[in-house]
């Protein structure tokens, strides 16, 4: 059964679009690392909000994707632009067209 993990980031104030740009390459390589499919969205009344959302056969995948070298490093290099703590919340996936 498939899992869904979701990222909610919040960013700090005026920082929204230098994250965006910083981080969406590295959301895009969730495929490479197994996700079936990935997005990155912005609430409409909150604009530092953002989540983003993943599924994945295979929780592993996910953690071989975060751990990586590379997604260590993005995260890196967009730390003091997000509100911490950033923790992954998994759900199962019930239903999907």
């Known amino acids: 059964m498939a899992e869904v993990c979701t990222l909610d980031w919040h960013i700090a ?3 929204a679009d230098r ?10 390589k969730m ?4 996700a079936k499919s990935w997005s990155l969205i912005r ?10 959302t993943s599924i994945w056969d295979n929780r592993k995948d996910f953690e071989r994707y975060w751990f990586s070298d590379e ?7 967009v730390i003091d632009l997000y509100d911490l703590p950033l923790l992954p919340a998994w759900h199962t996936l019930v239903a999907a067209e």
Request: charged letters at 25%; proline letters at 12%.
């Open 13 to 15: 104030p005026f920082r």
């Open 43 to 52: 609430a409409i009344d909150d604009p530092l909000s953002f989540r983003q």
């Open 71 to 77: 997604i260590e490093r993005a995260r890196a290099s």
């Open 19 to 28: 994250w965006l740009d910083a981080w969406e390459p590295a959301a895009a």
């Open 31 to 34: 495929p490479a690392f197994g």
